[in-house]
């Protein structure tokens, strides 16, 4: 359920919304939970300029650049006492995910931060994978909604609060 809103007018503005954010991200994280945010909205509605900027506040280090035509990049940031996050970004707009190795990776040990953009390309097996697992990893659904060249709509809500 998309239940909060913000509206963005600046990059200025994105970068508040997502440090503050990336702090709801290290809490949740912090208790225990996988956190996977399944990103949709239009093209160049700034679905990849949001995980950008959430990986910078998120302190990740490399160079987070969009895995448009590889599905999927892999990073990772700490929080608390240098507990490491594996942080996957994958772009399925041209890409099938393959449900296998998707699986491989939903079971690693380490603690799990999923970007997805073009999340609306998951095929019901995957979400309820997602739902399988709602004691481990929490979904957050987040919807970016173009308003006009400067303007963005942000709507976002927990799947399995």
Same mark, same amino acid.
């Given at each position: 359920?998309?239940?909060?809103?913000?509206?963005?007018?600046?990059?200025?503005? @994105?970068?508040?919304? =997502?440090?503050?954010? *990336?702090?709801?991200?290290?809490?949740? @994280?912090?208790?225990?939970?996988?956190? /996977? +945010?399944?990103? $949709?909205?239009?093209?160049? *509605?700034?679905? =990849?300029?949001?995980?950008?900027? &959430?990986?910078?506040?998120?302190? +990740? =280090?490399? =160079?987070? /650049?969009?895995?448009?035509?590889?599905?999927? #990049?892999? !990073?990772?940031?700490?929080?608390?006492? #240098?507990?490491?996050?594996?942080?996957? #970004? &994958?772009? @399925?707009?041209?890409?099938?995910?393959? &449900?296998? *190795?998707?699986?491989?990776?939903?079971?690693?040990?380490? $603690?799990?931060?999923? *970007?997805?953009?073009?999340?609306?390309?998951?095929? %019901?097996?995957?979400? /309820?994978?997602?739902?399988?697992?709602?004691? #481990?990893?929490? +979904?957050? %659904? @987040? /919807?970016?909604? $173009?308003?006009?060249?400067?303007?963005?709509?942000?709507? !976002?809500? !927990?799947?399995?609060?």
């Amino acid at each position: 359920m998309l239940n909060q809103e913000v509206k963005i007018s600046s990059l200025e503005d @994105l970068d508040l919304f =997502t440090k503050n954010f *990336a702090d709801e991200v290290k809490e949740l @994280l912090s208790s225990g939970k996988d956190l /996977a +945010v399944l990103f $949709k909205g239009g093209m160049a *509605a700034g679905k =990849t300029t949001c995980v950008k900027s &959430l990986a910078r506040a998120l302190n +990740v =280090t490399e =160079t987070v /650049a969009s895995p448009s035509f590889v599905g999927i #990049h892999e !990073y990772s940031f700490e929080i608390d006492d #240098h507990e490491l996050i594996v942080f996957y #970004h &994958l772009d @399925l707009y041209q890409v099938n995910l393959n &449900l296998e *190795a998707f699986f491989e990776l939903m079971n690693r040990e380490e $603690k799990l931060f999923f *970007a997805i953009e073009w999340s609306e390309k998951l095929s %019901d097996e995957v979400l /309820a994978m997602f739902t399988q697992k709602k004691d #481990h990893i929490q +979904v957050l %659904d @987040l /919807a970016i909604e $173009k308003l006009s060249d400067s303007e963005r709509l942000i709507r !976002y809500g !927990y799947r399995n609060s």
